[in-house]
């Protein structure tokens, strides 16, 4: 693996369209959640490596949603949960 391969991720995160859904702007989601705007800004724009599960919790009781509805998975074969071929 290369060092690009260890940064990238295949998890697209749609905050937007909840924000959007919801009628909430990133900062008051934020406030709500009790993370800053550019901790949400870096989780929003798909640049974070990790999110800890008490802030996904909390996102997830302000927004009234699940995990699934925040964040869903991309192959780079645009196949979903298919184990790599041995080589």
Do not use: W
Not at 45 to 70: K, S
């Amino acid at each position: 693996m290369t060092t690009d391969d260890n940064d990238s991720h295949a998890i697209e995160v749609h905050l937007d369209r909840m924000l959007s859904e919801r009628g909430m702007t990133l900062a008051e989601l934020a406030s709500r959640v009790g993370v800053t705007n550019v901790n949400l800004s870096i989780l929003k724009n798909g640049r974070a490596r990790a999110i800890r599960f008490t802030t996904l919790t909390r996102i997830c009781e302000v927004l009234d949603c699940q995990p699934g509805d925040l964040l869903t998975y991309r192959s780079a074969e645009g196949e979903r949960g298919r184990p790599p071929t041995a080589l």
